[in-house]
């Protein structure tokens, strides 16, 4: 995290117990002003109609919504060695991402996905010499020989143009080739085979014995049995994109009670006769190796004989043939396919090892052309990043296309990934729907105010003597889950604080983050009472990205409330803000708590929109754009403040009432740990004060 850049304009002024203030790749255009608090707890004024007196804040400001992005399309490298879409990631996959070790040398390293994002963005095309076209936005970074570069160049807060791509930029990463395509090619099926069998002869010493011996491992056997059982090689399974030679398709990773040796091997005869490419001809055996081997075959013999008998150390994929027959058939293979290979000491006896040339990159090449089936051998983790060389990938050209088209991003834990073979920074950005005690310009999404030491204060304050344990709530000013939270990991001291000195918490957030303390927050449930509250306004996807750019869709929180549920919490869902005659129809709120309600909330509070000072002036500023013909109804409904009148109140009340019912969605009380902000009132529906049944813009 640096410290460059950062002038005297990004200080708030007034600011107590100011550490630093600092810049990260992760948050473009926003500064993080790190303090010491002098406290935690914030009490909640009496005149609030909350139902709770205390709040614990550990930021002020919100960077919540996507600045960098990619298009849906592109391909991720999973911790698997496989590769996905970016736009099917989800929270808790496992990805390849980057760290630097204590030597100052940027590893591969496995890192989950913490939160998964999307929004729509002005598209920009990159160019590399490798044929590789990348479509992301104008803010995403790559990293580059000199460092992190955004795709085009813009205006820093230090008055600095930003670095970018340019033509001839250096990208850092294996390149497109390290990236897996879908499909085999001519021969691989009849390589794959060839390899494995072959491998696994060799290392079981027992070449007299039935393939298959104790040392094949199940995903090799399941796949080996399903080439054998599903057209098997020359079959139409056996070349091309066919799903059949995919390790996922059906029947991958089953191995049917009853199909031993004998029965494989019958089965490939089998086949094989079926398969003869002329009468009275019968097709060769998998275990013979062809004349002329051609590169399908070569790249399947590799990953069989990868299966069987390779090893992955320290990052490092070794192969380890174990005769010199086989060496010899390794390395011409290797060697076919454009692979440089030396040769090194084995740690097993008798034998010598095979090392690809050319660090990671190579490697992770290997992999996507022979797609061996065992993950351990596929793992790149612990292995140097190296810096571009002359065949790295470089910028060709940057244009903008002038598209406006979806995009998405990820939070990791490293704060990167390998996204097309390059790597990818993380995206973050600003949410302009949140609270904020700044102005409704620069400030309201570019000054992050994080309370580094808020754990240490908040367990002294709670061990005072005068403390009476009541309810704290979370997520009513700023998001304690916004993407920064990944970076500074304040949550878990703070729910850890909270459950020790028996106070009871809530949480409500809209940030999938959340995830990666559901352990913490389950075992802090079984000593107090914990609630979690989710915020799902609507279902429109269209229209929620254009609302909140790149906040969790409603797909994704409503998986968020699954899996809080999932870990035996209660989980309450603020439907909230509803937009007037946008989002408040029947029909529209019944599917929306149709939905909720499948996801196993227990329970919903409906709250219609409300515009503080600030707020006010953004979201009209947006509806007189995106809806001009509802602009002046907005001015007349809350001509008289922040809250919609009254009228309108009434019957948003008696619209939702037995909707809530239906779903059943209206208990007061629906667990006896659920903290009071998640209830729904019913029966009146006018509170007395007109504050009531109204949400800030968040």
Known sequence: MGTDGVGADAVLPGMAGLLRSVRTPEFAGAVFHEVEARSALNRVGPSSPVPFGWTVNPYRGCAHACTYCLRGDTPVLTAGGRSRPIADLRPGDEVIGTVTDGHGRRRFVRTPVLAHWSTRRRAQRVSLDDGTVLVTSAEHRFLTR???????????????DRPHLTAGSA??????????????????????LCGLVRADAVRSRRSAEPFPSDWVELEALARAHHLLTSGGPGGPDATGPGAANRPGAAGAGRVPAGAGPAGARQAAAARHASAAPAPHRAAPSPTVWPERPGPGWSAG??????????????????????????????????????????????????????????????????????????????????????????????????????????????????????????????????????????????DFDSQIVVKVNVARVLERELARPGW?????????????????????????????????????????????????????????????????????????????SRLEPGTPSPRARLDLVRRI???????????????????????????????????????????????????????????????????????????????????????????????????????????????????????????????????SLM
Request: aromatic share 6%.
């Open 565 to 695: 549920t999932d870990a035996g919490l209660p989980c309450g869902v603020m439907v909230a803000p509803v937009l007037p005659w946008l989002t408040d129809s029947a029909e529209a709120l019944d599917a929306l708590l149709a939905d909720i309600a499948a996801a196993g909330a227990s329970g919903a509070t409906v709250l219609a929109l409300h515009l503080r000072p600030g707020t006010r002036e953004w979201f009209l500023g947006w509806l007189g754009r995106e809806y001009p013909a509802l602009l002046p109804r907005y001015e007349r409904l809350y001509r008289r403040g922040a809250y919609a009148g009254r009228d309108y109140r009434e019957a948003l009340a008696r619209r939702v009432a037995p909707l809530l019912a239906r779903h059943g969605l209206d208990r007061p009380e629906p667990n006896p740990r659920d903290p009071g902000w998640t209830r729904q009132e019913s029966g009146p529906p006018a509170p007395p004060d007109p504050r009531a049944g109204q949400l």
């Open 146 to 160: 000199e460092g992190w570069a955004h795709v085009r160049p813009g205006r820093c807060r230090s008055s600095a």
């Open 301 to 442: 013999f590799l990953g069989g004989v990868l299966d069987a008998s390779g090893e992955v150390s320290a990052g490092v994929l070794r192969i380890t043939p174990g005769d010199e027959q086989l060496t010899r058939a390794t390395v011409d293979a290797l060697r076919r396919l454009g692979f440089r290979v030396a040769s090194e000491p084995s740690g097993r006896p008798g034998g010598r090892s095979l090392r690809v040339l050319g660090g990671a990159a190579e490697q992770l090449r290997l992999v996507a052309v022979a797609d061996p089936a065992l993950a351990r051998v596929r793992d790149v983790a612990g292995a140097l990043v190296e810096e571009p060389r002359d065949g790295a990938p470089r910028v060709v050209d940057v244009q903008d296309t002038g598209d406006i088209v979806p995009m998405f991003d990820i939070t990791t834990g490293t704060g990167d990934f390998v996204a097309a073979g390059v790597v990818s920074h993380n995206c973050f950005a600003r949410n302009t729907h949140t609270y904020l005690d700044l102005d409704a310009g620069t």
């Open 171 to 192: 990208l850092v990463g294996p390149g497109a080739a390290a990236m897996p395509a879908e499909g085999h090619p001519a021969g691989w099926a009849e390589g794959y």
């Open 468 to 544: 009476r344990r009541e309810h704290v709530a979370m997520g009513t000013n700023t998001d304690p889950y916004q993407r920064a939270e990944g970076r500074y990991r304040l949550m878990p001291g703070v729910i850890g604080a909270l459950a020790r000195s028996g106070t009871p918490f809530s949480v409500l957030t809209k940030g999938t983050v959340l995830t990666r303390d559901l352990p913490d927050l389950a075992a802090a449930n079984t000593d107090v009472r914990v609630g979690v509250g989710v915020s799902v306004a609507l279902l429109d996807r269209e229209l929620q």
